[in-house]
């Protein structure tokens, strides 16, 4: 049973704000949530982790509700370099595996 | 800093064959987990290392087995290869630091299966 649930895809211009959801209704209360962005033939990246409402860092901002059933990857001013596979994954904290399902495919067109 | 390596990037193997991948973790991490990932899907959980011992494992047989080294380098073997091991291998390091926990992924090794 996946416990995320993202878009497939989408598809942004360069110098656009991109904003991904994830719906993630099981999430439990130890778990955080946590974005990873892999580009081909490349390992995934840790882009940004978030418990409860607001969380920026030099690359992104994330945006958790009160009632943390879903989350928003918002990626400002995207760039061609941007282009790759970005997974949103629900975990507890604590050296658990990662459970990745297939994520959304972000292609920025200049 | 040296991030996780990888080694070999590229590999092709056999059916029926064996193969071993080598992964060494960031510095100062001592945990080493490996992934599996096939063709447009997410990487899937193959097991974890810590001290030495297989501390978790997904859903894999038998023949996906592995080590950590006491420099907490690790090594992946698959025996018996099937045209469905072809794959990008992942490893990934960490260290856990309650409530910011990140995995760090090595380039990964790139394993087709003829």
């Known amino acids: 049973l996946a416990k995320t649930t993202q878009p497939i895809s989408m598809d942004s211009y360069e110098g656009q704000e991109v904003n991904i959801t994830c719906s993630h209704n099981n999430i439990a209360t130890n778990d955080y949530i946590t974005w990873y962005q892999q580009f081909p033939s490349q390992g995934p990246r840790f882009i940004i982790q978030g418990y409860k409402t607001k969380v920026t860092n030099e690359v992104a901002s994330l945006f958790i509700p009160a009632d943390r059933k879903s989350s928003t990857l918002s990626l400002p001013r995207v760039s061609l370099s941007d282009t790759a596979v970005y997974y949103c994954l629900v975990e507890p904290s604590g050296n658990t595996p990662l459970v990745f399902g297939k994520g959304t495919r972000l292609s920025v067109i200049a | 800093d040296a991030g996780v390596t990888q080694s070999p990037t590229h590999l092709i193997k056999t059916r029926g064959q064996q193969v071993t991948l080598r992964c060494s973790p960031k510095s100062g991490h001592d945990t080493v987990s490996w992934y599996q990932q096939a063709l447009g899907q997410g990487p899937q959980f193959i097991f974890q290392?810590?001290?030495?011992?297989?501390?978790q494992r997904g859903n894999f047989p038998d023949r996906f087995s592995g080590h950590q080294f006491p420099n907490y380098s690790s090594e992946l073997n698959v025996n018996a290869l099937l045209l469905g091991d072809s794959a990008l291998y992942l490893c990934?390091?960490?260290?856990?630091?309650?409530?910011?926990?990140?995995?760090?992924f090595g380039p990964g090794t790139r394993l087709t299966v003829t």
């Open positions: 990934a390091s960490s260290l856990v630091v309650p409530s910011n926990y990140e995995q760090y």
């Open positions: 290392y810590y001290e030495e011992e297989e501390r």
